[in-house]
T-cell receptor, first 114, second 113 residues
Framework: DGGITQSPKYLFRKEGQNVTLSCEQNLNHDAMYWYRQDPGQGLRLIYYSQIVNDFQKGDIAEGYSVSREKKESFPLTVTSAQKNPTAFYLC?????????????FGAGTRLSVL | GESVGLHLPTLSVQEGDNSIINCAYSNSASDYFIWYKQESGKGPQFIIDIRSNMDKRQGQRVTVLLNKTVKHLSLQIAATQPGDSAVYFCAESEVFGNEKLTFGTGTRLTIIP
């Protein structure tokens, strides 16, 4: 069953704690992305990776870190430096098909602060 | 930077009627546009896309219209069904094939039975 799997579905963070959100895809897509969505808001890009071992900051990268050691995996760490981490986090992937890069999304991880 | 916006945050439509969701963009360099549907608690789902060299594209029950002169994009949904209730986002990129998308705020569509 192909797709993008995000885990966990719900995550709670204590003050000063780093937490890592998992994103795995078996679509053989080259590019992967992390977005943050606040209630009633659109999606804001945190980080993206176009190829293994390479990634770029998005619009709101401060307080987050990523790695891309494997094509299938793009974990996001929400560090203690992110002072307002409560949000819905979405991972996406895409592949260049005839010049198009349609992004396909996972089901999301809802992060809350204890 | 440039941003993509929506005219209306909420829209209620009677079941069976057609709905039109609008999106204004300000970046004249935008070349590629996508509409996504997001149901509550889920990730966005691709609906339809259009390049700037087109002004209309049709899918199953959906049509996207692009007016580059006024930088306006719309999504038309024909014969709406309860399952169409969701938040709809438009997204754009400056270059066709560019992997960075800029998303609008979204419009919540509610279908009234």
């Amino acid at each position: 069953d192909g797709g993008i799997t995000q885990s966990p579905k719900y995550l709670f963070r204590k003050e000063g704690q780093n937490v890592t959100l998992s994103c795995e895809q078996n679509l053989n897509h080259d590019a992967m992305y992390w977005y943050r969505q606040d209630p009633g808001q659109g999606l804001r890009l945190i980080y993206y990776s176009q190829i293994v071992n390479d990634f770029q900051k998005g619009d709101i990268a401060e307080g987050y870190s990523v790695s891309r050691e494997k094509k299938e995996s793009f974990p996001l760490t929400v560090t203690s430096a992110q002072k307002n981490p409560t949000a819905f986090y979405l991972c996406a992937s895409s592949i260049d098909l005839w010049g198009k890069n349609i992004q396909y999304f996972g089901a999301g991880t809802r992060l809350s602060v204890l | 930077g440039e941003s993509v916006g929506l005219h209306l945050p909420t829209l209620s439509v009677q079941e069976g009627d057609n709905s039109i969701i609008n999106c204004a963009y300000s970046n004249s360099a935008s070349d590629y546009f996508i509409w996504y549907k997001q149901e509550s608690g889920k990730g966005p789902q691709f609906i339809i896309d259009i390049r700037s060299n087109m002004d209309k594209r049709q899918g199953q029950r959906v049509t996207v219209l692009l007016n580059k002169t006024v930088k306006h994009l719309s999504l038309q949904i024909a014969a709406t069904q309860p399952g169409d209730s969701a938040v709809y986002f438009c997204a754009e990129s400056e270059v066709f094939g560019n992997e960075k998308l800029t998303f609008g705020t979204g419009t919540r569509l509610t279908i009234i039975p």
